[in-house]
């Protein structure tokens, strides 16, 4: 009996410190946060930034993360302790980081044209001291290739602050400053007009890719809040998808337009924010 007692109090002691630990995180995903790295040894700078928030195929929102080093995890959002990623062209979603992962653990396995990516969880046993503050670090690797080497690229997190480290065999970037929440820790500066600036003027993009199939991406920025239509249109005026309709932000937005049943042809994509409107030209291509 005593033995059952005990293995009771050790197993609920054991689920409310894996709960606190949880409600604890507090992974950074809001609009205007920026991440600015400085390369060691060597020179140069890479940076990151939250730039709007966007409704993916899936029917669930995501923060769209613009990054100078990696493309493939451009939206992402957080439920819990888990950070996921949305593949537009898998049209899927995969976890990028769990933050109560075992060791050694394989997140997700991204299948590709030639190869598959794999995204480990390696340990959390270490610490670092980031902006003054030792803080507890999470590990992860991304094998962008499973089947070859020395492609891998290691990656350092702590919830609170987000990638505070990445590196691989030729490059080694370290945090050098960040804005938070609209707090603004060590030193961040811009490269040219500030990227965690608002925009100024209301834009549409050019479709990427353009020819596509079936899916491409529709970049826009508004630079006040209003209600905000992206619909696709055909050459004789037929609406043939409805991508966003709501009131929004100001800010960058990423939509994904998967065409998948439509035929090839040419297509108008119009950006409506108020009484403003833009065009452009899509061309399916199958």
Known sequence: MNARITLVIITCAFFFLEEALSQGLNYPLHIGDAWQYERTPGSGSSYSYISGDTIMQNGKPYKVYTHTWERLFTYQRIIGDTVYFF???????????????????LLSSIPGEDD??????????????????SQRKWKFLIDYY???????????VVPNYGIVQYWNLFINFNLRGAII???????????GEPVYSLPSQFTLGQNYPNPFNPTTNILYRIERSGFVTLKIYDPVGREVKSLVTGIQQPGEYSVSWNATGIPSGVYYYILTNGTSSLTKTAILLK
């Open 116 to 133: 598959t990516t794999d995204i480990y969880f390696f340990n959390s046993a270490d610490s670092i001291e980031v902006f003054g503050q």
């Open 181 to 191: 929440d609209n707090q603004t820790y060590g030193t961040i500066t811009g490269v």
């Open 87 to 105: 593949h537009a062209d898998r049209n899927q979603e995969y976890v990028l980081f769990n933050f109560s992962a075992h060791n050694n653990a």
């Open 146 to 156: 499973r089947h070859v080497y020395d492609d891998e690229l290691l990656l350092e």
